[in-house]
């Protein structure tokens, strides 16, 4: 079962996103804030980091790079409204997926589901 970490300091849109990708079968923890995430990263295996940008303590571009160096091969999409102005910083993110804010929940699992579809059952593209 493929899991996904989200970090959504929106609690009913945490909660709405974690149904809907459970709804769909997959394996979901998720935690208000990029803090809240730093240990789950480093004691579970995670095949999807689903973060928002736009958080307090630390944003979803510095968890994204965080993510990458304990498990380069975690992907990430960020889901954010702000991503314009997010990226205009400066910052680089990590090669990722862009949803912006407001999509609708079927997109999402889209596209969840596109990242991991053409692999094969051994996890290679």
Request: glycine share 6%.
């Amino acid at each position: 079962m493929i899991k996904i970490l989200l970090a959504e300091d929106d609690s009913s849109m945490r909660e709405y996103l974690a149904r809907a990708l459970e709804r769909v079968g997959y394996a979901v923890k998720a935690v208000g804030c990029g803090t809240e995430a730093m240990p789950l990263l480093e004691s579970e295996q995670f095949d999807l980091l689903l973060t928002d940008i736009v958080m307090p303590e630390m944003d979803g571009i510095e968890l994204a790079q965080k993510a990458g160096v304990i498990d380069p091969s975690i992907r990430v999409m960020f889901i954010t409204g702000f991503a314009a102005v997010a990226l205009q910083s400066g910052r680089t993110a990590p090669e990722a997926k862009m949803l912006s804010k407001p999509f609708h929940l079927k997109d999402l699992v889209a596209e969840v589901d596109r990242m991991f579809q053409t692999e094969d059952q051994h996890g290679r593209l």
